[in-house]
């Protein structure tokens, strides 16, 4: 991969400033105070919320703590997706810091999987790593990794650890000389607007002709509403890690250098601001 270490960095080090105050209807013992946290984009709720857990249940009475879990604007937070996704998809217009509602009852069913440890988000994590890597190199890296390459990649993760993460990651990064890039380009597409979970499918970063494909021809491809609308006027915005990317961008650059730590990029259309 072409060597950008400061764009890399620049992704990894995001942090949305994050405000949690605990729903009005949980039972207290005293009055909650609010518990203000710097959320890395890159990470998952459910591995960084400790501090909010334990801040939240000092003030609760024990039989009334089950499951956390987070809302925003009445919107569950899935956990299984990345933190700056969330944000990008919910919040990307809003003030900061991100207000976050906590919640320790009333598990929403229908709308979240649950996560009893972080053994379920490293097995998700992982999941995510094998499956792009089949789609880049048939699966051929990560098989040839040891099984403590794959727990350096979750620990570099789950510990804040730039260096160590992207000693591993970069050999998931690399491609033959002979070729230009990728066999598929791993990515999800979310629109804020829609209930569908999000569009996947194959897609090659080389034309036929030997040319880039870029992010405006994968969008074409996939999602063209997300880039033309029917009076001209473009009323959508493509995120990818709290920014509008050109269309003009090599799709095999962003993968390369835009994915989040589970090897895909993703991609939040959201409606454009009107005022």
Known sequence: MTDDKDVLRDVWFGRIPTC????????????????????????????????????????????????????YEGTPLKWHYPIGLLFDLHASN??????????????????LLHCHSKDVIEAHFMACIKEADALKHKSQVINEMQKKDHKQLWMGLQNDKFEQFWAINRKLMEYPPEDSGFRYIPFRIYQATTERPFI?????????????????????????????SEDGEQKTQVMIHGIEPMLET?????????????????????????D
């Open 20 to 71: 949690f105050t605990l729903y009005q209807d949980e039972i207290t013992e005293r009055e909650a105070e609010p518990y203000y946290l710097l959320l890395p984009r890159i990470s998952y709720l459910t591995l960084v919320t400790d501090k909010v857990k334990k801040h939240f249940q000092k003030v609760m009475r024990q039989e009334e703590v089950s499951e956390i879990w987070f809302e």
């Open 94 to 111: 809003t003030a900061l810091p991100w207000s976050i509602t906590v919640h320790f009852k009333n598990f929403p069913e229908k709308d």
């Open 200 to 228: 996947q499918k194959l897609f090659r970063p080389i034309a036929s002709g030997g040319q880039l494909h870029t992010l405006g021809d994968l969008l074409k491809d996939v999602c063209p509403s997300a880039i033309t």
């Open 250 to 274: 090599p799709i095999q650059w962003l993968s390369e250098h835009m994915s989040y730590p589970d090897n895909f990029l993703h991609i939040g259309i959201i409606p454009r601001p009107t």
